[in-house]
């Protein structure tokens, strides 16, 4: 088993509700985590922090080739600041997730991958180079398929520029329809049967533009989000609702998880051997508790996934450094 294990920080908690970046780390490390995803966020929070400042977070979004030119150009000068701050973390990835602006203020395959371009030749300025994963997302705009994903990565052209698999994601747009009762597209299982023979041909012999998988499960939302539902906005769409608030661990069955993570994870881990970092997601309203034990309580809860997890591909992992 060659994967290294990671966890986002907003997955231990967030800031708002009390759970510093410290403590999370904290957390992590504790559980054996080898590596966090820090947030945008957390590292604005930590800037109030030490400088006081009352800097807050952007739309990270609008980069990805939003029609407004000034707010383009603002964003851009932002992603400066981003690389600077990966270098100082001693990171070398960045990820970046397709936008779920508007499609109005959203530009066309040509303006994505111009922003790509630019965005990694801006990376490539200095040492060390800061790689960009891309990550398509069932409520994204434009960019809602990996296959999507793939092809602007492609036609962008650049070494730094790669993809980043999330498994929830890729069941998100073509199993999972949380605006139904069943929750479930229609043909959802010959759907990803599709997607996963179409991902081992295409990307098995590019494997080393994935730069980063992460991988979770989701149940489905208390009642199908549309008109009339309780969690209903017209900003935003069912299957964003969705991911931001009903995603689970990797083999949480028994909260509800309803995705056929098995059989995507198989298929990214062993259909062709990835062998960098994996991450694992957590995304609900447990997050905004303000309870000092839910950093804990959520680690543990991702390290017994990680153990699930490595059962399930028999890689027979040994957990080092806690108690589960």
């Not at 434009?142 to 052209?157: C, L, N, P, T």
């Amino acid at each position: 088993m060659s994967c290294k294990l990671g966890i986002p920080t907003a997955s231990l908690g967030h800031s708002s509700a009390g759970h510093t970046l410290e403590t999370r780390l904290g957390a992590a490390r504790k559980y054996g985590f080898r590596g966090v995803e820090v947030s945008y966020d957390d590292v604005i929070r930590v800037a109030q922090q030490y400088q006081n400042t009352n800097t807050e977070p952007s739309e990270s979004d609008k980069l990805r080739g939003t029609l407004d030119r000034n707010e383009y150009e603002e964003r851009f000068q932002e992603l400066q600041v981003w690389i600077q701050v990966a270098r100082a973390l001693g990171t070398d990835m960045i990820m970046m997730h397709a936008s779920a602006l508007p499609a109005d203020r959203v530009g066309n395959r040509d303006l994505i991958i111009k922003a790509l371009q630019k965005a990694a030749d801006a990376a490539q300025t200095e040492t060390p180079h800061i790689r960009f994963a891309s990550e398509s997302r069932c409520s994204a705009t434009r960019v809602d398929k990996w296959e999507y994903s793939r092809d602007v990565i492609q036609a962008a052209d650049r070494p730094n520029l790669g993809l980043c698999l999330d498994a929830v994601h890729i069941a998100g747009r073509i199993f999972a329809d949380p605006a139904t009762p069943s929750s479930r597209v229609p043909g959802g299982h010959a759907a990803i049967d599709l997607s996963l023979r179409r991902l081992v041909k295409l990307i098995k012999p590019e494997c080393e533009k994935v730069f980063l998988v992460q991988i979770g499960d989701a149940r489905p939302p208390d009642e199908p989000v549309g008109p009339g539902s309780f969690e209903y906005s017209p900003k935003s769409t069912p299957r964003m609702v969705w991911s931001q608030k009903y995603r689970l661990f990797y083999g949480e069955r028994n909260r509800g998880g309803f995705l056929p993570m098995e059989q995507i994870v198989d298929t990214i881990l062993d259909g062709f051997e990835y062998k960098g970092w994996v991450s694992l997601e957590l995304f609900s309203d447990r997050t905004d508790d303000l309870n000092p034990q839910v950093r804990t309580e959520l680690a543990r809860r991702g390290a017994v996934s990680w153990k699930k997890l490595a059962e399930d591909m028999g890689w027979w992992l040994q957990p080092k450094g806690h108690d589960l």
